[in-house]
């Protein structure tokens, strides 16, 4: 039996580590995170992108919804600046898309990594790493569907959509976005996590006044966004990108090609 089960080919998906210690995925050819701080794109791409902490400041809850979980440091940034909020709302929702996830070594390593790049970030580098130790311990080998994992004595709920993002995007019918967070590959490299089908899924899960976050301004992003409904601007991005991407929902218009 312990034979079989070492035998059995692993389900997660390899990450490759660089000479510099950043995380690259072999299927898609790219990095997971800018080499130039993955701390500092989570705060400043992210979470300033979508205004928080201060939108969900006084909720009750507050739902943020991601494309690409990856390897979780989107995630591990929101949680540590929730839980370092005194007035963080009374909940917090997290459902990230992932159609390959990885293994918790990974995980683990991603965020041991970050200390060389993000030195001076050194108390949220801390948490950071104390949260991803709870992330890693609850992880597993996700099978395709929806996984929820509560933290913080259920005030922080993840819920993991293991799958294509389009499918999982229409299985989350009941998701409330009030902030998202583009974060696929890059769209020359990882078409599907931005294409209008996409898109256009990701803003039927938006609550008006919903913010919409990306490292990406690609042209065909920023025209979709605006034909669905979305008032989208450049900001200035985080070196030695240019620009960043920020949006906010108003209504939803579909077209009838994409309804
Ligand atoms: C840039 S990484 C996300 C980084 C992540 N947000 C973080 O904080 O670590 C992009 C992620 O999108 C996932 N992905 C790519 N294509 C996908 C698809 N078609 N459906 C679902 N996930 C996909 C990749 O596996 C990868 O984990």
């Known amino acids: 039996m312990i034979a079989e089960s070492l035998a059995r080919p692993s389900m997660n998906e390899p990450v490759e580590w660089t000479d510099g210690g950043s995380p690259r995925s072999p299927r898609f050819d790219d990095l997971y995170r800018s080499r130039y701080g993955g701390l500092a794109q989570a705060r400043a791409v992210y979470l300033a992108g979508c205004g ?42 997290f459902v990230s898309v992932e ?9 683990l390593r991603s965020v041991q990594s970050l200390a060389a ?21 609850a992880w597993s080998e996700w099978s395709p569907g929806l996984h929820e994992i509560r933290f913080a004595d259920g005030r922080v709920q993840l819920i993991l959509a293991v799958g294509q993002v389009l499918p999982m995007l229409a299985r ?52 979709t ?10 900001r200035p991005g985080l070196p030695p990108k240019r620009h960043r991407l920020e949006a906010t929902f108003e209504r939803l218009r579909v077209t009838a090609a994409a309804a």
């Open 172 to 223: 989350l019918s009941s998701c409330q976005a009030d902030a998202v967070y583009l974060d696929g590959f890059t769209p020359a490299l990882n078409p599907d996590m931005w294409s209008t089908d996409t898109l256009t899924a990701m803003a039927r899960l938006c609550q008006p006044g919903a913010t919409v976050a990306s490292y990406s301004v690609a042209l065909a992003v920023r025209e």
């Open 52 to 93: 928080l902490p201060g939108r969900w400041q006084g909720r009750r809850d507050f739902t943020v919804l991601e494309t690409g979980f990856g390897l979780g440091l989107n995630f591990l940034c929101t949680w540590a600046a929730w839980e370092g909020d005194a007035q963080r709302c009374e909940q917090l929702n």
């Open 225 to 234: 966004l605006q034909s669905l409904g979305f008032t989208v601007k450049k």
């Open 99 to 107: 159609a390959y996830p990885v293994a918790a070594a990974d995980l």
């Open 117 to 137: 790049m993000d030195g001076d970030q050194a108390p949220l580098l801390a948490r950071v790493q104390v949260l991803a130790a709870e992330l890693a311990a």
